[in-house]
Every structure is written in structure tokens, then in C-alpha cells.
């Protein structure tokens, strides 16, 4: 009995030793160590059937061996880990200085950035500078300082995602970009010629509404400014980035921030037919915001708007469903 232990054991360790990969080992494992009849098992099963004064010496010599090819098989494991990783490197070496032309596809600016660039560069030639704000903001920047008071209906209409969170209690996902005409303000001094892209949070969604979107602000502030300056700077810009027969007309309407305050729509083809599109809410900037951030609103005045960039991107395109810009369907994407 103490000899066949002895063998099994010598020629366990041999296939061990050999085993050229894991699955090789695995089987041996199995032959030796398996539930039903694993060779180890059947000796130490073998024992108590032995004579009494046998039992002891061939018990301990099971034993050992027992513990002899478990350390084999797991050394083995090690070894065949360390070659399967030195071959891995080897094998899935990248060379990232290798030309990827003509191999794979190139990836470009989705279409509400691509829109966002050219808003700075056509802005930037009307001498507007671009000014970069957060999506999270305090109740004071995107509210009380735009004058909404903090019963204000007008907040109703934003109402958002408000943050739980004790340390950032009173903080929004920013409702609009009117944000940044304050943030600007407080640093900068007058005159100001600034337009602001950025992502916006509301609670609608649908067909032309998201929770998530964008929205350009612009505003100007210098001295004896007019809705005339807004509307020439609006319809240059808007010629350059939509269309050179846009037209523009104001109707009445209400945001705490300006007064008065207007809602613009443009004149532009849709399949074939002019339509007047509403485009975005614009204004005079009320008095009490420059008072706000420390301006004196009997030296300076001027005018504020902010455009959806989605929905010009889509009076743009022609796209009739929102959420196709958000969706990562290439399909749509490289259409642009
Ligand atoms: N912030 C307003 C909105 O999101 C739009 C607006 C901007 C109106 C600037 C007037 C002046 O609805």
C-alpha cells in the first residue's frame, strides 16, 4: 500500500509537471482530486479497511502526498499564469504609433457641438466672447439674482432638478443659461459682449423636449443700446448659421430678467413653405439685474436672448424628433 501511494504520487507529480495549459491541468486535478473518483480519495476512503496496525503509517504517508500534488497542481497553475500573461503581452502588444488611416473610421463633432462651435465663430465676428458656465447652480445665479423672487410664478414653468444632498442643499441643474449673465457680470465690468453654450436641465419630455438640453445666452450690455442692436446682431447671426433668407419678428411676452420682454420668431422654409418658427425668448435686461450685480442702470443698458440649440439645429436639418440627438444612433449621426 505504502509503495502504491509512493507511485501514485511520482507519477502525479510527473503529469502535473508536464501539463501544458490549464485545461490539461484542470483534467488532472480531476483524475486526482475528483468528488466521485478521484485517486487520492479512493486511498484515504481505502484505510479504515485496512488492518488496524496498518492504518497509521499509510494514513499519514496518503497524507502527505495528498498535500504533495495539491502544492504541485497549484505551483503549476502559477507557472502556466506567468506564461499566459508574458504571451499575452506579446501577443496584444498595441503600437500606438502605428497610422491608423485607411484601417478605421474617423470620428467627427456631433452635430449640436459642431452648431455650437460655428454659434462662437459667427458671434465672435460680431465681437462677442465666449464665457463657460456650470450646469449645477445656486438658487441666487439661476433665480434671485434674475429677479425671480423665491415665490415667483415664473419659476413654475422651470421648476427642475433640485440637489437633496445636505452639503449642496439649494442647488439646481441649472434651468437656463441666464445664469451666466450674472456670473459674467459679477467679475467683469461694462461694456459686455458675451455669449454663453451650455446644457440645461428641465422636467419636460417629448417629441421637442428633453430633460437635458442646450441653449445659447447672449448678452450685450453698453451704453443707449436698443432692440434695433438686437435685432441686427440676431439676424446677421442667424443669416451666417441658418439660412441668408431668415427673418425675424418680436411678439410681447414675459421673463422676470428683461423688460420688455420678447419671444423671437423666425421667418425660415420648412418642406418647401415659410413658417414663422418661435426660436427663443429675448429681451431689454431689466434694471433691477444690473442692480444686482452692481451695475448702474442709468449709465448702461442693453439686451439679453437665449436660443434652444436643438431646436435650431433641427429648424436647421430638417430633424422632426428631438431625441435623435441623444440616442448615439450612427445611423442618424453620420447623416451630419
Ligand atoms: N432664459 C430664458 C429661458 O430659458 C430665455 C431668455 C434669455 C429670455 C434671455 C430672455 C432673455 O426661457
Known sequence: MLQQIDELEKSALKKISSAENEEILKAIELEYFGRKSGKIGEILKAIPTLEPKERGAVGKAANIAKKNVEAGIA???FVLEEEKMANLEISEKIDVTEPSIGKTEKGKRHPLSVFMLECEHVFGKLGFEVAEGFEIEDDFHNFEALNFTPDHPAREMQDTFFIENEELKGYVLRTQTSDMQIRFM?????PYRIIS???VYRKDSDATHSPMFHQIECLMIDKNISLANLRFILLTALR???SPDVDLRFRLSYFPFVEPGLEVDALLKVDGKEKWLEIG????????????VNVDPDIWNGFAFGFGIERMVMIKYGVKDLRAFFENDLRFLKQF
Open 197 to 199: 453654450p451650455g446644457k
Open 240 to 242: 451666417e448659421l441658418i
Open 186 to 190: 459679477e467679475e467683469n465690468k461694462p
Open 281 to 292: 425668448g429675448a429681451g431689454m435686461v431689466h434694471p433691477n439685474v444690473l442692480k444686482n
Open 75 to 77: 505551483d503549476r497553475y
